[in-house]
């Protein structure tokens, strides 16, 4: 046994793997086995291996489109969203083979909502030095309302998770694929073989990043998403919200990875099936909002069409330690609906700090 207690991580999403990192960060030599049915695959990710809709953390654009914080769920997120920027930044200064990189960012909105009527140029939107800017009138494309522009951040995401994944494994961590019945199974003693304890009940402590708890949690549900993954590369991330409450948005991926042109956000919505209908309506609507990018449709050359399931949670994520009986303490870190990469530093930090007490405690 170790200086501190083993921890299995259920989970190798952005989640998951976020967790591991600041837990290998604070606790040097600690023993992590993450476990997971779905891992990162090697990039470029290829149709033929087309990952689970339920893996989510392969699905996303990704970017930071901040939502300031007009309610306490909201402005929760806020803070975790402005500490995951802050170190997303600084990732992408000093490890730009991350596939994370900063960029201009850029929204329209056809409504304005009373969150963003408080907002003037000059607030703080993501971070600091993020050059927050309000549109004038004469800037905003025909049907829009209210715009901003900000600097922020943009992943590959393909290329991070699997950095991520080779960091902990560099680092010491140790996967295991293997789907689970339940979270139960993530007490197995044969995920720890060198454990030298015969009750592994309490042998560790799991940290729970499984997305939506194996749905046993009432309050989770998806958010649908249809995407097409295009070769061509837009120069910055943008977005439009639509009064109908559909989007379009445009977000490049780093490193030769194209661009993310969506896409769909269906509450409650569980269908994996390519829709063709959508597929045309999100690239229509991508060449007529931004014709700086293509003057139409048939110029995008599409890689892939994407289907993905955003495992949403009422209320937000669910951060909380849990004792299940016979010793058994659960960390939960799930729920992330559509900001998951938008609040994965903050989050992962948060759950580490839940973790802290387990582990340190079996310090010998
Ligand atoms: C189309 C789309 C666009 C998005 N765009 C953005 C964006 O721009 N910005 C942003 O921040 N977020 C975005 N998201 C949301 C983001 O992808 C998710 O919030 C995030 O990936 C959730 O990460 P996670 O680690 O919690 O879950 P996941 O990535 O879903 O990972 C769950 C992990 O748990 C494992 N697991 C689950 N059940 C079991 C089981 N029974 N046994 C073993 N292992 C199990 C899975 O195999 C996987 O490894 C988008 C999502 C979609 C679909």
């Known amino acids: 046994m170790g200086k501190f207690k083993p921890v299995v991580i259920v989970g190798a999403g952005v989640l998951g793997?976020?967790?591991?990192?600041?837990?290998?960060?604070k606790y040097p030599g600690i023993?992590?086995?993450?476990?997971?049915?779905d891992v990162p695959l090697v990039p470029p990710v290829a149709e033929r291996e087309r990952p689970s809709p339920d893996y989510a953390s392969m699905w996303a654009g990704a970017h930071l489109r901040p939502t300031p914080g007009a309610d306490r769920q909201l402005g929760d997120e806020h803070f975790l969203a402005r500490r995951t920027a802050a170190v997303m930044k600084s990732l992408a200064r000093s490890n730009p083979e991350s596939g994370v990189q900063e960029v201009d960012g850029r929204e329209v909105m056809e409504y304005l909502p009373e969150d963003k009527q408080r907002l003037k140029t000059g607030d703080s939107y993501v971070g600091a030095d993020d050059q927050f800017r309000i549109l004038e009138a004469h800037e905003i494309e025909a049907g829009g309302v209210w715009g901003c522009e900000y600097k922020t951040w943009i992943v590959?995401?393909?290329?991070?998770?699997?950095?991520?994944?080779t960091n902990f494994i560099r680092r010491?961590?140790?996967?295991?694929?293997?789907?689970?019945?339940?979270?139960?199974?993530?007490?197995?003693?044969?995920?720890?073989?060198?454990?030298?304890?015969s009750s592994p009940s309490s042998s560790w402590l799991v940290v729970n990043c499984s997305g939506r708890n194996f749905d046993t949690d009432e309050k989770t549900n998806v958010i649908r998403g249809q995407t097409v993954l295009v070769k061509n590369t837009y120069h910055k991330t943008a977005t439009r919200h639509n009064k109908d409450d559909t989007w379009s948005f445009l977000i490049p991926r780093p490193l030769g990875g194209g661009t993310i042109v969506g896409g769909t956000k269906q509450h409650g919505d569980w269908g994996t099936e390519i829709r063709p209908q959508e597929t045309a309506e999100i690239l229509a609507a991508a060449a007529k909002y931004w014709p700086d990018f293509v003057s139409k449709v048939e110029d995008f050359e599409v890689v892939m069409v994407n289907v993905?399931?955003?495992?949403?949670?009422?209320?937000?994520?669910?951060i909380e330690r849990e004792e299940l009986g016979k010793g058994r303490v659960v960390v939960h870190g799930y729920g992330a609906g559509a900001r998951g990469y938008e609040l994965s530093w903050g989050a992962a930090e948060r759950i580490a700090g839940l973790v802290d007490a387990g582990v340190v405690s079996a310090k010998l």
């Open 156 to 165: 590959n995401v393909h290329v991070y998770c699997r950095w991520l994944l």
């Open 31 to 37: 023993q992590i086995t993450i476990v997971a049915a």
């Open 17 to 25: 793997l976020t967790t591991a990192s600041v837990l290998q960060d």
């Open 308 to 318: 993905g399931r955003r495992p949403w949670r009422e209320g937000g994520m669910r």
């Open 172 to 197: 010491g961590g140790n996967v295991v694929q293997r789907r689970l019945n339940s979270l139960d199974e993530a007490f197995d003693p044969s995920l720890f073989p060198s454990s030298p304890s």
